[in-house]
């Protein structure tokens, strides 16, 4: 759930809870997890140009902070750039963070092309982390 404090701010909050059934040689197994989650953002467009900035908290058995910021240079064309780091209460999963830059083309009020490459930073990887390439459609 969200609120607008302003036009332009909104913060929020959630709970999210997942459950996963799988079959295994030996039988099944089940896991549930429940998420916390905590967001903030501030947009300010205008004639379609403008500036849409983020920050969001998701905090379960590890912590991951997203802080991301688009801007729309016109009603069609988007560029953006995130970062994403994960505090991990285990040493099971590297915590390398994620910086990773998108670019979206609209071709109309209801579909969207998004494209984007992100890259590790810093910890015990290097290089390329994700390549993306999606559609959106509203209705």
Known sequence: MGY????NWQIGGGLIYENANRRTYNGSVSDS???????????????????????????????????????????????????????????????DDIGQLTVDYWFNSAWSVQAGAGIYVGGEDSGLASLTLATSLRF
Do not use: C, H, K
């Open 4 to 7: 607008f404090v302003t036009p």
């Open 33 to 95: 997890q429940l998420t916390a989650r905590v967001f903030g953002r501030y947009t300010n467009i205008a004639g379609g140009e403008g500036w849409d900035l983020t920050m969001e908290s998701l905090v379960n058995d590890s912590t991951r902070l997203e802080m991301a910021g688009r801007y729309f240079f016109n009603r069609r064309f988007s560029a953006g750039v995130s970062y994403i780091t994960e505090f991990a209460d285990d040493d099971i999963y590297t915590n």
